[in-house]
């Protein structure tokens, strides 16, 4: 079984919502398929399939206009929310510091966070792909609790661009061996995740699901992915 996330980002509507749940409800996939869509969308008929949220308040409750705390995630029926996401950092000037907090806040509310942690473009060039991923990791990880990890190279979202499968083998490998004590963690990747490829990344070894963007937001992209990876 693997883990496929589909990641809405600020798209979606409610028939949206509601054709595409229902679509994967018919299909036969023993993968384990969440689907990250906008905060209007957590409560709509879901036909089933699990729903996580795009990210989390990293308080409990107040005066934190346009937040979205854990217990109205919690409420809105979801179970995961992804955390730390490469545009949440970049677009939100989100810290490692900021996305242990919110992930440490998912845990408290009984929700499942999607750590993401990548490296840019630039990072790589310069060879500090590995300094990257595990400061990443050691500043953003909650002490205890469940979660999953996400690699999604920044430099590979939105642009198309896809690493090489010994580049992803390479991360991959260094983040299951991070995690060696924690060995029951899945590790997705993400990143210009298409139908074409899902499942010869999703066969790259400690590769234990796939984070889905853009392909995840029409069920005849979608559901092909699904379906694929084994």
Known sequence: MKFIVGNWKMNGTISDMENMTQAISEIETE?????????TLLY??????????????EHENGAYTGDISGQMIID???????VGHSERRLYHNETNEIVKS??????????IPIICVGETLDERKSGKTEYVI??????????????????????AIGTGLTPTIPEIESVHKLLFEYLKNRKNTPILYGGSVKPDNAQTIANVPHVDGL????????????????KSVK
């Open 31 to 39: 993968n384990k398929v969440i689907l990250c869509p906008p905060f």
């Open 44 to 57: 709509c008929k879901n036909n089933g399939v699990t729903i996580g949220a795009q990210n989390i308040s």
């Open 76 to 82: 809105a029926g979801a179970k995961y929310v992804l």
């Open 102 to 111: 919110k992930a440490s806040m998912a845990i408290k509310h009984n929700l």
């Open 134 to 155: 595990k400061t990443m990791l050691e500043q953003s990880l909650p002490g205890d609790g469940e979660f999953m990890i996400a690699y999604e190279p920044r430099w």
């Open 211 to 226: 984070l889905v963007g853009g392909a995840s937001l029409k069920p005849e992209t979608f559901l092909p992915i699904i």
